[in-house]
């Protein structure tokens, strides 16, 4: 079946400039993750939603950054007034549920310049 | 907070030798524990978790892991590395049952040298 899909697989933007990152889940996956992967790091946790909501936004960095999920499906991370360390591969994951196994998307990468 | 320590960001083994990549992880309540691996140019995908059931978990391609709660510690090994073993490893905690949020180590680049 089909995966954890994507789009768009890479973004350039300038610095300033609002951006749409968007998400479609394993079909009847009702957990969805985003994540952010930063050249040479590990995967920061961003939010995480049970359904349409979002339980915890703990990791969220900044509030330039919001997500919404609708119809418990597809998810949309928007990053506004985009800045240079805002750089990174985001990836989204999606689950049966929390602590079942995460099928992790191939990611989009971001560049703003 | 919970936290992950990956020891050694790049561990280089020889084809065939053993493999062992550290995790150490801090915790005040049980934890659940995952190892993912990302091939080159591919995304993440699970080798095993740990769900507070047997101590020693086996996962896909021959790897395993144990947890040892008195180390606080959930290394990944490999009796015997292959070629294909070559990418990056991320040890992952998450805390109890009602969350979903998960936190990574910084992973762990694996190179197999023939």
């Known amino acids: 079946g089909a995966g954890v899909s994507q789009s768009p697989s890479n973004k350039v933007t300038e610095k300033g400039k609002d951006v749409e990152l968007r998400c479609d889940p394993i079909?009847?996956?009702?957990?969805l993750y985003w994540y952010r992967q930063s050249l040479g790091q590990g995967l920061e946790f961003l939010i995480y939603f049970q359904g349409n909501s979002a339980p915890d936004k703990s990791g969220l960095p900044s509030d330039r950054f919001s997500a919404e999920r609708t119809g418990g499906s597809v998810s949309t991370l928007t990053i506004q007034r985009t800045q240079q360390e805002d750089s990174a591969v985001y990836l989204c994951?999606?689950?049966?549920?929390?602590?079942?196994?995460?099928?992790f998307g191939p990611g989009t990468r971001l560049t703003v310049t | 907070a919970q936290s992950v320590t990956q020891l050694g960001s790049h561990v280089s083994v020889s084809e065939g030798a053993l493999v062992l990549l550290r995790c150490n992880y801090s915790?005040?309540?049980?934890?659940?524990l995952f190892w993912y691996v990302q091939y080159p140019n591919q995304g993440l995908q699970l080798l095993l978790k740990?769900?507070?059931?047997?101590?020693l978990v086996k996962g896909i391609n021959g790897f395993e892991a144990e947890f040892k709660k008195s180390e606080t510690s959930f290394h990944l090994t490999k009796p015997s590395a292959h070629m294909s073993d070559a990418a990056e490893y991320f040890c992952a905690v998450s805390y109890g049952t009602n969350t979903g949020k998960s936190t990574f180590g910084d992973g762990t680049t694996l190179t197999v040298k023939p």
């Open positions: 994951a999606s689950s049966e549920g929390v602590l079942y196994e995460q099928y």
């Open positions: 915790s005040s309540v049980p934890p659940y």
């Open positions: 079909s009847g996956h009702t957990a």
């Open positions: 740990y769900t507070s059931a047997a101590t």
